[in-house]
């Protein structure tokens, strides 16, 4: 952030963005702008900067796990095994049932409560400054068969200082065993090329088994956008 707005970074070069009280925000506030946030932004140029009438978060993270836990009253999930994780609900959530018996009610407190351990959700939604996922869509399911799959996308915490482990929003994932590296144009890459581009904030998903509490043994690893 800068003091009257932040760096957008585009395809051809860093536009200074200059926002004031008249700017909309949708999907956040201007706090939860971190580097690597997805934004969408409307406005003019005006000397160099974007003088900004709109600013659109968008999402940067998507879960797919089994669930620990969850609590209507704070409107949040945890995930099994992720406790790095808490997923924030809002009426602003899409939710969709799709369990054989599924809830009558779609107050996100109601819910969020007929959640049962093991259900097997999707999330997506973005990472917040206070570290949650502030989640656009939650989809729960009955449970896997499996209930250590997890898939988890979202920005690197720090450039890694190796080419075996990498943390994605708190959760350590081990490379070591790993079949399959993708660039974002879904090409096979090498594990050197791999983590050589990765710095801090840049996107990633990891596609694999828990197995401990917050690591993920992944599959596959990929650049995404």
Do not use: C, W
């Amino acid at each position: 952030l800068t003091p009257n707005g932040f760096i957008l970074l585009t395809p051809s070069g860093p536009i200074g963005v200059v926002v004031d009280s008249a700017t909309e925000y949708f999907g956040g506030t201007l706090s939860d702008i971190l580097v690597g946030t997805k934004v969408e932004v409307e406005g003019s140029i005006i000397n160099g900067n974007m003088m900004t009438d709109k600013v659109k978060i968008k999402d940067n993270v998507r879960i797919e796990a089994a669930a620990a836990s969850a609590d209507g009253s704070t409107l949040t999930v945890q995930l099994r095994q992720l406790s790095a994780i808490t997923v924030s609900v809002s009426s602003g959530t899409e939710l969709d049932d799709k369990r054989d018996t599924p809830t009558t009610s779609f107050s996100p407190d109601e819910f969020i409560d007929s959640i049962n351990t093991d259900d097997h959700l999707k999330i997506r939604g973005r990472l917040a400054g206070n570290g949650m996922v502030i989640a656009s869509e939650l989809e729960v399911d009955d449970p896997e068969s499996d209930l250590d799959d997890v898939k988890l996308r979202g920005p690197v915490d720090t450039a890694p200082d190796d080419t075996t482990f990498v943390n994605i929003i708190g959760v350590e994932v081990d490379t070591s065993n790993t079949i399959q590296f993708y660039d974002r144009s879904e090409n096979l890459i090498s594990r050197t090329e791999f983590f050589d581009a990765l710095e801090a904030r840049t996107i990633v998903e990891a596609d694999g088994e828990l197995s401990a509490d917050n690591v993920i043994d992944a599959e596959e690893m990929e650049l995404e956008d």
